[in-house]
């Protein structure tokens, strides 16, 4: 008998390739005759081009065509040149006008990145400047630069939730608490830059390799923006390096694939860092909570007013807004909700799904706005979210009954471990200060949504599953490749994975929202379940075998026959092989059909996450130093404990620079930090001393599987502004809690003494 | 682009002085082929340095501690020479961007790139140390670096002209030397604010005292009259305090990612307040 | 004088102890000859200005950022690779072995560029403690936060150089 598959350290296959480097990512991708892109960028924020003169670039030897969005928008090759999972509103190319600092305008195509480099700088683009805003509030007012003639009200989504009569709760409450938090605009920061390779073949078919962790939105897209059929369009997408939500939706795919297109020839483009700041951004969002609460805390209605930016193109915008508005309440029983929650253009990056996304920045303000709540009252965070925290048979903000949640479970679990009632260690000097915090969040995951999985037995006993879920680091493979084992009963040596290729692998819609491992088990289960029936039907019409079979150990068995292995039954069979799908369709969200009105089912499962720290605060520089934090997230079972581990070590990580510096700032219109001497992540210096995590599982062996991939990270800002808090006695509500904001804060309170 | 390799220091000279505008001297590279990437210069050559004789060595000389221009911040830092006779410049060294700068960068292009956000030209300006420039006559001349860096990446060095070795004074008896670099932001991050001070002791008294302030303004801040002060005291609390405020007013200081200049100012009362305390003699030292 | 051309210098290189000889333009980085010349992918390009440490490799046994280093001034220096610290048979060299067993990788981007820092800061300070090499590591950045699994790697090296250097000790 083999120990489980289930729950052990199993390391990924390629782990050795990944530590030599010889794994190779779409950054590696090279074919045959490929030429190299190379970005021409708009330096205005809101203009309409004049011209494009590409004249001296042309004469670069080597230049073979410098591609504008003029050249797309005219090839009636092109028939759909705008594209957006979301709305289609973006070209591939700046077409009339650009609409923000650094938007891609042309792209000089070269035999070498050298000389396309080189030709880049000499294109010139001559701009008519128009009136531009980069604040969202603005954006919405009478008046403000239109951004997009079809949208002259800049709106990008208004979402809006009802539930109770919310303004006489207000009329009668005991308390009523408002504030108003901010949330800035932040950089995924994938290491691995964005890069495509586009390839047409004489019959007009298009095979493309990105870094992407949505294959089949690109397949899609590219699909219909030159009218082809989904079959005539293929896409790869290798091991990323590094996504955190940067690669999701489509990129820079049908950029390339346009000029591949005119060029004749393959065509190559790989971003440098500066550009890679400039495609994506997480959503700038100003939050305004009103809440009313009873003399215990008891929390009875809320009012919340949510703004964000969504940048010139709406890359998850108008549907960005909406996920935020579920999610907006946090976890907590309140039986009057109002929301609104809109988001609109301005000329500034597109925002995009990062890390945690539309989660991160509301569980800032309602875990931020319960700890003021606390001290209001006087009474303890920790106590306080246990008296509210939601529970199984609760009823949400958006009417659904709650299920298979944990959120007390989870707080007692991070309050335990940092040692919530204990007070922090003496601080070493007069002038500092210390403090500890915790946070608790949920997010609802993609629903609707569909993962297949097609799974080969082969005559030698070995298992293929064939995966559009694309492994980013976080192990899709090789969860599925234990998930695959554990639900077909066999050794894992057997089992390999085959990756998104859009020709061979089926349909998966995204690799985002910590759904991989939950709805691949699904799919695992049910190709399982086809494959027994499958063998089942061969033991029966060609071994003559009858009644019940049993499987079990890699062996199909009947009261009278067997256990005979799988490639013994189809050695015997004459079958080379047996190919099933599973296929995991998750129902509902019917919620959020009209986003005038969001009530009723929006999300298939919950997930759930929490995070304690102790911080430092020194009160002479305002520099918040973390030295404990745990995290906690809802795994229900675990696949693999390392790598559970490692998301959620690392999403509170990330969560730490976003809590305390990261930002990125935009001046006169402009990304004054796209670099990463600038814009700084944390380093190893930068993780506590004490960091450290854990996943809850449930005592039922048949529990649902949670994703793990972003549970701490939206817990991580807050936890560490209630500990700043609790430390300083200082309330900072904008992100980052860089030492110049607090600082501020804290003169603000305790005026300067004279020196 | 040429990559030149000269055979000798008087030859390197020649070929930056025969084309001022368009020839760059290349030592460790870390800055210039930094700015090479970003379009910023675009040289018709550069002048190999590495391997060129005389900038290199470290030793202590009747004159001071010289050290040779391609002499690597990891390999000052690491020096017990240096660490002996000027520890907060090895400190200062060490603290410099990461491991695979200072393996690369050399303490001779660190004070003729003149970056206002660099660690060791604060350090060496507390010092009062030199450069021994090198130039196309073939002769030598003692710069001090507090004259050397006059702004943002901008020096009176000359066309042709080579820093061919830092020298730092030695301590006649009772010197001692701090810095203290202030990050704001991650641990990698360059300084908010860098602070280094200096001071010369006799029984416990300040015989001169020196403070200069770096990644604030365009050169490294260093202001005489204000330190005068401490002269003869034993840089007590009060000293300490009234030396770091005069200077949190004196600075110029700049917006940049790592703090406004009101934060600047701030921070450099804070740091320059703690690094006297920790050069003070040790009897004041402790306390409020 | 035009920047777009190729008409490099052959520069002759020693890299992962083979001798080698590359037409290179005399602006081009190192990093840029060893990825897309010489074919060791294991140099990435990230952030292109010395910060990350993606593109780290060894000049003479030091860690040094790839993309700040021209090629054309390597001389006769010794480069080292992720792939040249491969041991013989193609085994996982030591410091390799110690990151596969602790699982020091996620995304993996970052990860030939930690190995290639470890085992140069190693190599000159065989005695470093895990503080020395975790302030040697600090400029090697890894945005999935793998860092906690890195320091379990480093501590198992680190543990192993002690024991070894003690078991060659002759008890007295």
Redesign the interface.
Known sequence: MRRPVLGA?Q??PD??D????????A??HAVPGMLHGRLVSSQSPHARIVSVDATEALA???VRAVVTGADIARDPRVPHPLFGVSRPDQPPLATDKVRYVGEPVALVVAE?E??A???A?LVDVEYEDLPYVTDPAEALRPGAPVLHDQWPDNACGDWRLQRGDVDAVFRQAEHVVEHVYHSPAAS??????FVAVAEWDDAGSLEVWSSTQWPSAVQRVLAHMFDRPLDQVRVHAP??????GAKGQVKIEPMVACAALLVGQPVRLEL??VEVFHVVCKHEATMRLRTAVDGEGRLLARDIDLLYNAGAYGITDPGAAGNALVRANGPYRVPAVRIRSRAAYTSTVPSGSYRGAMTNQVSFAYESQLDEIAALLGKDPYELRRLNLLVDGDTYATGETMHDVHFIELVDEVASVIDWHAPPEPPPSATTVRGKGLAVILKSTPTPSRTECRVELHADGSVVVFTSSVE????AFATIAQLAAHHLDVDLSRVSVVGPDTARTPFDTMTAGSRTTFSNDHALHEAAAHLREHLDGLARELLGWSGPTQHGDGCVSTSDEGPVPYELLLAKAGVDVVDVTGVFQSVGGEGMKDPSDVHGHTSVHWHQGAVAVEVEVDL??G?VEVLRCHGASWAGRVVNP??V??QN??????GI?TA??EDL?VVDGQV??P?????????????PQA?TSRALVSDDPAAELHGVGEMTIPATAPAIANAVFRATAVRVRDLPL???RV?SAVRGREPQEG? | MQILRPSSLLEACHLLESDPWDTRPLAGGTALVLMLRQ?LVAPRAVVRLDGVDGLDGLEVTPHGLRIGALTTLTDVAASPVVQAHAPSLAYACSRVGNLRVRNAATLGGNVAEADYASDPPSVLVSLDAWCQVAGPSGGTRDVPVRELITGFLTTTLEPGEVVQAVVVPLDPGGRRATYEK?I???????P?VGVAASVQLRDGAVRGLTVVVGAVAGTPQRFDDLTAQAVGTTLGPSVR??V??AYASAVDAMD??R??AW?RQ??TE?VVRRALERIAPVAAGGGA | M?????DGQVVRLKVNGAELSVAV?GDEPLATTLRDRVG?????T????G??G?CTVQVEGRAVSSCLMLTAAVGERSVR???G??GAEGA?GRV?QA??DN??????????GM?VSVDAYLGEHPDADVDEV??A???????????????AAVHDLVASARSGAAAATPAD
Do not use: W
């Open positions: 350290d390391p990924m782990a050795v990944r530590v030599v480097g010889t794994i190779r990512f950054v590696d670069v030897p080597g070498t050298r000389a480099r080189a030709a700088v995924q920061v994938p290491l691995e830059p091991p990323l390096g590094g996504g955190y440098d860092r980013m680091g976080q192990g002479e520089t520099k390392a790598r581990r490692q070590d690392g999403c509170m990580i990330m620079g305390l510096y700032q004054v930090n670099n990463m001497s600038d814009y700084m992540i944390p380093s190893v210096l930068d993780v960091l860089t030492a110049e600082l020196a | 379009g202030y704001s932001r991650s641990s990698e991050d360059r908010c305090r009234s770091a405020s940049d990612a703090g406004s934060y701030q921070m804070v | 035009s920047e777009a051309t190729d333009p060791l992918r294991s140099v990435r990230a952030c292109g200005i910060i990350c993606s690779t992720c792939e610290l491969v996982p390799q990151f596969v699982r020091a990788y996620q995304c993996s981007y970052c990860i030939p190995v975790r302030h590591l600090s400029g090697n950045l890894c945005r999935c936060g793998t860092y906690v699994s890195i320091l």
